[in-house]
């Protein structure tokens, strides 16, 4: 049994790592500021799952004030490592307000990479983003294409932190391993995501939103994947960038169509103009996560969104009231 910081434990990677690693038998403590970047029931939906489980505590904090973080209640407990799954995501609304992304994404990362060395953790695990790979990265992305060129501050947000890893990797000797995500949906998802957003709206009866003409392409993963791939990333490997995604891109169009067969229903679709920081397509190369990590995707987009639907229809007298985006 090891003991574990988890950041972020109220998001949609954070609660589904922290479920794993309790259900494995080890203690979590989960640290979260529950802002309202997006609607706040559904983070208390997630926190309240976990509160029912042995072993875990709950702390909230902003990661982003180092005096919180250094005053907090868990910085002189001992921890086997650090799960660092805080962020602020979202690639348009970082274009809105980019500070809050360097506040959170690049203070709150320092924060958390200053506490292990002071207190002697081990080991560090981000969560970065395919984001962080500009439109010159050839398909399937590779951990080692140039990513100095982000088109959206979420993203360069994200390269600030990565960079922030490997220095400390590099000065400090800390075990840091960096997991860049693909597109994460599932149950209990983001509503400013897309398959939240798409299956309420389509279940309800109202529009869907598309930006551009629904050609865009994303590499869908299925959050449980994600959370196994997050686990298997506290071994010991030194400093390393690894790739999760789902290895099978899926245009928009496609994905509105498997979400109209799961529920039945057809959507009614509003197109508007593409966002300039939207990328056109995103596909990871999972070469390396296989190698170091035994790592694959093991949900399918088409059983992904079945188990997404079943969801929303077994907690629908709440979900449907949700904000999304």
């Given at each position: 049994?090891?003991?574990y910081?988890?950041?972020?434990?109220?998001?949609?990677?954070?609660?589904?790592t922290?479920?794993?690693l309790?259900e494995?038998?080890h203690?979590v403590v989960?640290v979260d500021?529950?802002?309202?970047?997006?609607d706040?029931r559904?983070?208390?939906?997630?926190?309240?799952?976990?509160r029912t489980?042995s072993g875990?505590?709950f702390?909230r904090?902003d990661?982003?004030?180092?005096s919180?973080?250094?005053?907090?209640?868990?910085?002189?407990?001992?921890?086997d490592?650090?799960?660092?799954?805080a962020?602020?995501a979202?690639?348009?609304?970082s274009?809105e307000?980019?500070?809050?992304?360097?506040e959170t994404?690049?203070?709150?990362t320092?924060?958390?990479?200053?506490?292990?060395?002071?207190?002697?953790?081990?080991?560090?695990v981000?969560?970065?983003?395919?984001?962080?790979y500009?439109?010159?990265?050839?398909i399937?992305?590779?951990?080692?294409?140039?990513?100095?060129?982000?088109?959206?501050?979420y993203g360069?947000s994200?390269?600030?932190?990565e960079?922030l890893?490997?220095?400390?990797h590099?000065l400090h000797?800390?075990d840091?391993?960096?997991?860049?995500?693909?597109t994460?949906y599932?149950?209990?998802?983001?509503?400013?995501m897309s398959?939240?957003r798409?299956?309420q709206?389509?279940?309800?009866?109202?529009?869907?939103?598309?930006?551009g003409?629904?050609?865009?392409?994303?590499d869908f993963?299925?959050?449980?994947?994600i959370?196994?791939?997050?686990?298997?990333?506290?071994?010991?490997?030194?400093?390393?960038i690894?790739n999760?995604?789902?290895?099978?891109?899926c245009?928009?169009t496609e994905?509105?169509?498997?979400?109209e067969?799961?529920?039945?229903?057809?959507?009614e679709?509003?197109?508007?103009?593409?966002?300039?920081?939207d990328?056109q397509?995103?596909?990871?190369?999972?070469?390396?996560a296989?190698?170091l990590?035994?790592?694959?995707?093991?949900?399918?987009?088409?059983?992904?969104?079945a188990?997404t639907v079943?969801?929303?229809?077994?907690?629908?007298h709440?979900?449907?009231k949700?904000?999304?985006?």
């Amino acid at each position: 049994m090891a003991r574990y910081l988890v950041t972020g434990v109220t998001g949609f990677i954070g609660s589904r790592t922290a479920e794993m690693l309790l259900e494995a038998g080890h203690q979590v403590v989960g640290v979260d500021s529950l802002n309202d970047a997006y609607d706040v029931r559904i983070k208390e939906y997630r926190l309240e799952r976990l509160r029912t489980r042995s072993g875990f505590r709950f702390e909230r904090l902003d990661i982003a004030d180092c005096s919180a973080v250094e005053a907090a209640a868990f910085a002189g407990e001992g921890f086997d490592g650090v799960l660092h799954l805080a962020a602020r995501a979202g690639v348009r609304a970082s274009v809105e307000n980019p500070w809050v992304y360097v506040e959170t994404n690049v203070t709150g990362t320092l924060n958390l990479l200053e506490l292990c060395r002071s207190r002697g953790i081990p080991k560090f695990v981000f969560g970065s983003t395919s984001s962080i790979y500009g439109p010159e990265s050839p398909i399937p992305f590779n951990e080692d294409h140039d990513t100095s060129r982000p088109i959206s501050p979420y993203g360069a947000s994200k390269k600030g932190a990565e960079a922030l890893c490997h220095s400390s990797h590099f000065l400090h000797g800390l075990d840091v391993t960096v997991l860049r995500y693909f597109t994460v949906y599932g149950p209990a998802g983001r509503p400013d995501m897309s398959v939240f957003r798409f299956t309420q709206r389509i279940r309800e009866g109202r529009p869907i939103r598309v930006f551009g003409d629904g050609s865009m392409s994303r590499d869908f993963t299925f959050v449980d994947d994600i959370a196994r791939g997050t686990v298997a990333a506290l071994a010991p490997l030194g400093y390393e960038i690894i790739n999760l995604g789902g290895d099978h891109p899926c245009r928009v169009t496609e994905l509105v169509q498997l979400i109209e067969k799961r529920l039945g229903r057809s959507a009614e679709i509003e197109f508007e103009v593409a966002h300039p920081a939207d990328a056109q397509a995103t596909w990871a190369d999972i070469r390396k996560a296989e190698k170091l990590l035994g790592w694959r995707p093991e949900i399918s987009l088409d059983e992904g969104i079945a188990r997404t639907v079943e969801w929303y229809e077994a907690e629908r007298h709440w979900a449907r009231k949700i904000r999304v985006y």
